[in-house]
């Protein structure tokens, strides 16, 4: 507490006479009962001498303060019956030129925001600091708690009406800093969140809000008050729908923000122009992600590399956009591509972006953004499209909250977490039938060629195994050799490894061989030292201790081997114990067994013992069965 006589401090004395000077000041121009100024300053324990201490209080103030000035309204404190008064025009008191300033505010901030705004900072400047600093008791701090509300009101008032004037950009780091300062103070949040939203940052709004619902839910079991929700909702939509300020925005209506126009994503690539066969898995499809009463729309389509699962996924995605009118998102993961894995925030990011929000990532920090995307996505019907996942843990953060979504995601490891965890639904793509693989050789190399040679025609789709990728490759090589009949190409693949054909050049930039590479890489140490064993199994359907026979390991490893390789899908399992592999892989193992057992020049011998089977060709297709298994019709694989 000071006092000032032009630019001179005044001393006040001690401080339970600042305090009698205080309680008079607080109600000037009022009489204050002599019991109450006693209860104010001693509360309920004055000395025994109290009326007399107070007495000698009162005459040192009168002393202290300037002399009565001639004008009217100088400062005096009186004795009337009973009871003090001080008798001094407010303007000589910053309490009441504060709370004089804040009524004139008041009174223009509907009409005139930038003159209130400038009333309430003029207001606000009086403050210097805690009030009745030094004093205390009861009455000191139950003052020192009300005129601290008082300021902290008039300051809400203030920003709402500078925020009305659009000075959300000199505004926004006085809030930013309130809201570190008071984390619970609502009406400063959506201050804030408005704020964010006009400088262009409205995901952080989103964001905001989603940090502070938290926050009250954990430490005081509330949710947001009703106001602070509405303005959520509002500036999510209008977030959802631009992401961006307008260049220069108007005043800040007690409606909200403004809701620009929508933005319809529609973000899917072009489709596959050779896509035929599939009617099953596509009704699959609709049956699952066109049901709008369903909760589990969410599928994941798996499989072997190569099989069509993204073909798959894209060729019904274009067919079904209808279904889905606010848009199409799609996102390349890079699951197992020569690029690394994209990172869910990345992702997330990308994802907003499409939404016309613009946000910055933080690798390995993706809750807010998942929190601000579920938000986003909640009351829309988006086809989401997640192309190529690397596991369930990059995308589970991108999957939506609500049920107005349909999410596909492709990848061709399994994804057993969202299945348990995420009620998603699995695919597990098949093979193309002989009537398909046949039909998609047409399209690709023309119906004049495969009519001239259909037996060469019948031969090299069988060794691509109903492999869409291995048909495609093969049929790029005939176009490179325009010379070349099939029959030649069918020669080719019998008197050699498959791959080595089914590949457009010698580089292999472009081949069955290098899409293969990125699932044995991803297998752990112990499957990737066996994998090559596969190479020795006699036929494509086999046993568990058939491999550990071959392999020469224990059953136990045998197991955890063969189900890493079912994981990765370049097993399938066909019962208990029993599993299936594409012939193509089976090749892909034999020529790792052979690379491994050449002799190395600094041991000399082969890391692989030969086993029988090792004088069987390993690069001929063995059919009957596999075929048997991989022409089954499509079906859902049950949870877990």
């Known amino acids: 507490m000071?006092?000032?006589?032009?630019?001179?401090?005044?001393?006040?004395?001690?401080?339970?006479?600042?305090?009698?000077?205080?309680?008079?000041?607080?109600?000037?121009?009022?009489?204050?009962?002599?019991?109450?100024?006693?209860?104010?300053?001693?509360?309920?324990?004055p000395p025994a001498t109290g009326r007399a201490v107070l007495y000698s209080y009162v005459a040192r103030i009168r002393r202290l303060l300037p002399p009565f000035p001639a004008e009217p309204g100088g400062p005096a404190i009186v004795r009337s019956a009973g009871g003090y008064m001080a008798r001094v025009a407010p303007s000589h008191v910053d309490l009441h030129r504060f709370r004089g300033l804040v009524v004139s505010a008041r009174a223009v901030a509907a009409s005139e925001p930038a003159l209130a705004a400038e009333r309430y900072r003029a207001a606000l400047g009086l403050w210097q600091g805690e009030p009745l600093l030094g004093l205390t008791g009861p009455w000191v701090e139950a003052v020192r708690e009300a005129l601290t509300v008082e300021r902290t009101s008039a300051l809400t008032e203030c920003h709402a009406s500078e925020l009305r004037a659009g000075r959300h950009l000199?505004?926004?780091?006085?809030?930013?800093?309130?809201?570190?300062?008071?984390?619970?103070?609502?009406?400063?949040?959506?201050?804030?969140?408005?704020?964010?939203?006009?400088?262009?940052?409205?995901?952080?709004?989103?964001?905001?809000?989603?940090?502070?619902?938290?926050?009250?839910?954990?430490?005081?079991?509330?949710?947001?008050?009703?106001?602070?929700?509405?303005?959520?909702?509002e500036l999510l939509r209008a977030t959802a729908m631009a992401g961006t300020a307008p260049e220069s925005p108007g005043p800040l209506t007690e409606t909200g923000p403004g809701i620009p126009a929508p933005a319809r994503p529609a973000q899917l690539p072009p489709a596959c122009p050779t896509f035929t066969g599939r009617s099953e898995e596509l009704r699959l499809l609709d049956d699952?992600?066109?049901?709008?009463?369903?909760?589990?729309?969410?599928?994941?389509?798996?499989?072997?590399?190569?099989?069509?699962?993204?073909?798959?996924?894209?060729?019904?995605s274009h067919r079904s956009r209808a279904e889905f009118p606010d848009g199409e998102l799609y996102v390349d993961l890079h699951g197992s591509g020569p690029q690394p894995p994209l990172d869910p925030a990345t992702a997330l990011a990308r994802c907003l972006r499409?939404?016309?929000?613009?946000?910055?990532?933080?690798?390995?920090?993706?809750?807010?953004?998942?929190?601000?995307?579920?938000?986003?996505?909640?009351?829309?019907?988006?086809?989401?499209?997640?192309?190529?996942?690397?596991?369930?843990?990059?995308?589970e953060p991108l999957l939506p909250g609500g049920h107005g979504c349909a999410t596909v995601i492709t990848s061709r490891r399994r994804l057993d977490r969202l299945v348990v965890h995420?009620?998603?639904?699995?695919?597990?793509?098949?093979?193309?039938?002989?009537?398909?693989?046949?039909?998609?050789?047409?399209?690709?190399?023309?119906?004049?060629?495969?009519?001239?040679?259909?037996?060469?025609?019948?031969?090299?789709?069988?060794?691509?195994?109903?492999?869409?990728?291995?048909?495609?490759?093969?049929?790029?090589?005939?176009?490179?050799?325009?010379?070349?009949?099939?029959?030649?190409?069918?020669?080719?693949?019998?008197?050699?490894?498959?791959?080595?054909v089914l590949r457009t050049d010698s580089s292999d930039l472009i081949s069955v061989r290098t899409l293969l590479d990125p699932s044995f890489a991803s297998l752990p140490g112990e499957a990737q030292r066996l994998f090559p064993y596969l190479g020795s199994v006699p036929t494509s359907s086999f046993r568990a201790e058939h491999f550990a026979s071959h392999a020469r390991c224990t059953p136990a490893q045998a197991e955890r081997v063969l189900g890493a390789l079912v994981r990765e899908h370049l097993l399938a399992e066909d019962g208990p114990q029993e599993y299936v592999v594409h012939h193509l892989v089976r090749c892909y193992a034999a020529e790792h067994r052979t690379k491994a057992s050449r002799p190395s020049p600094l041991h000399g011998t082969a890391p692989y013992p030969p086993t029988p089977s090792d004088q069987r060709p390993a690069g001929r297709p063995n059919v009957a069965r596999h075929r048997q298994h991989l022409d089954r019709p499509a079906t859902l694989n049950p949870p877990g």
Request: with cysteine; net charge neutral; glycine share 6%.
């Open 354 to 395: 499409q939404l016309g929000i613009s946000v910055t990532p933080n690798p390995g920090d993706w809750d807010e953004l998942s929190a601000l995307w579920r938000s986003v996505v909640a009351e829309r019907r988006l086809l989401l499209l997640f192309d190529d996942a690397a596991d369930a843990e990059q995308v």
């Open 422 to 500: 995420h009620h998603a639904q699995r695919l597990t793509v098949p093979a193309l039938t002989t009537p398909e693989s046949t039909e998609l050789l047409k399209l690709l190399v023309g119906p004049s060629r495969t009519r001239a040679e259909p037996e060469a025609a019948a031969r090299l789709t069988e060794a691509c195994g109903g492999l869409p990728y291995a048909i495609q490759v093969l049929a790029a090589r005939l176009h490179l050799r325009p010379e070349a009949s099939l029959t030649t190409a069918a020669r080719q693949l019998d008197a050699c490894s498959p791959l080595n």
């Open 2 to 45: 000071t006092a000032r006589q032009g630019v001179r401090h005044i001393r006040l004395g001690p401080a339970k006479q600042q305090c009698v000077l205080a309680a008079l000041l607080i109600d000037a121009n009022r009489l204050i009962p002599v019991d109450a100024l006693l209860d104010r300053v001693w509360h309920d324990a």
């Open 288 to 316: 699952i992600l066109t049901n709008r009463t369903s909760q589990r729309r969410t599928l994941i389509l798996e499989g072997l590399a190569g099989v069509g699962k993204s073909t798959l996924a894209l060729h019904w």
């Open 170 to 233: 000199t505004l926004l780091p006085e809030l930013e800093a309130i809201a570190t300062e008071r984390p619970y103070d609502e009406a400063s949040l959506r201050h804030l969140m408005t704020a964010l939203h006009r400088c262009g940052r409205g995901a952080e709004a989103v964001a905001r809000y989603n940090r502070t619902r938290r926050l009250l839910a954990d430490e005081l079991g509330l949710d947001p008050s009703p106001a602070s929700q509405e303005l959520y909702q």
